[in-house]
């Protein structure tokens, strides 16, 4: 039986194959969720069609399946739900939390890209949607690994694109309005999100919706400390091999290797990974990764 005061998720993005920082979220976010006996599943962040890879949507769950992580309740595509973002935007709208915007990148440059009123020249056919940030708008929360997090979010980023002027939702809309819609309680990530998240609760507030607990997991870094996934030294994960994957994915995230060295099938090794996890031995800081050889 499952404590549904626990749900969790793990939502790539398709725009290529899982590599091993995926494998680390995806891992880490399972474990925490098993650890609090709670429900865990996978969303696939399919919100940005000229990103997605053709494939990839299938190689991810393959991998993932290959890897034993499999979704305790069904898979949500973001390319499916429209209508739930459309309806937050109207809302928004309505109460004039949200506006209709017209300006370009370029005409921002002269206020550092950040948005604090319009100096669009000309209005364009589809404006961008924007959620209407005040002066002294400082969300705070706390990490579930870095503890107290606080931004600016009037200083730091200004009103924020909540569906973009090419049509496409912003990734900060659908992320809230899923998490609301799945019954997230607790959303565990990768550290680059981390800035995303005091958004992501302002706009929960504004919505009139529950914030969920957050945990960032650490990154990790190639040699130059640039994040590895975006680095040429990013393997895809191996799903026909998915152990040795798994068993260095464990000691990135602070686990004690030798509890889990007689296992050698994925099934078991996880049966027992959910047993021997201890979440006060994650790492707070992002992990350097040597290159090969």
């Not at 499916?80 to 004039?96: F, G, P, V």
């Not at 992320?175 to 998240?197: E, K, N």
Request: glycine residues 8%; aromatic residues 6%; negative net charge.
């Amino acid at each position: 039986m499952f404590n549904h005061s626990y749900r969790g998720r793990f939502a790539p993005s398709p725009t290529g194959p899982l590599h091993p920082g995926s494998l680390l979220a995806a891992l880490g976010s399972w474990l925490l969720a098993r650890h609090a006996q709670g429900e865990w599943g996978v969303r696939i962040e399919d919100v940005d069609p000229p990103r997605t890879v053709p494939g990839a949507i299938a190689g991810q769950l393959a991998t993932l399946e290959a890897f034993g992580l499999r979704s305790d309740f069904p898979v949500v595509h973001q390319s499916q739900r429209d209508a739930l973002y459309q309806a937050a935007i109207e809302q928004l709208l309505a109460q004039d939390l949200a506006f209709a915007c017209h300006c370009s990148r370029s005409e921002l440059t002269s206020q550092h890209g950040i948005h604090h009123h319009c100096v669009a020249q000309a209005e364009r056919a589809t404006p961008a949607i924007r959620l209407r940030v005040a002066p002294g708008s400082v969300v705070g929360f706390q990490d579930g690994l870095r503890g107290a997090i606080s931004q600016d979010v009037y200083a730091e980023v200004g009103d924020f694109v909540l569906r973009r002027a090419d049509g496409c939702w912003a990734y900060q809309l659908a992320v809230v309005v899923d998490d609301h819609d799945q019954g997230i309680t607790d959303v565990v990530r990768g550290a680059d999100l981390l800035d995303s998240t005091p958004r992501q609760i302002l706009l929960q507030q504004a919505l009139g919706l529950p914030t969920p607990r957050y945990l960032h997991l650490p990154l990790l870094l190639d040699a130059h400390g640039h994040k590895l996934s975006k680095s040429s030294a990013a393997m895809p994960v191996d799903a026909a091999t998915p152990l040795p994957a798994l068993q260095q994915a464990w000691r990135w995230l602070g686990q004690d290797a030798a509890a889990l060295a007689p296992f050698n099938e994925v099934a078991e090794w996880l049966q027992h990974a959910a047993r021997h996890f201890n979440p006060e031995r994650l790492p707070p800081q992002d992990i350097a990764i040597a290159p090969p050889g």
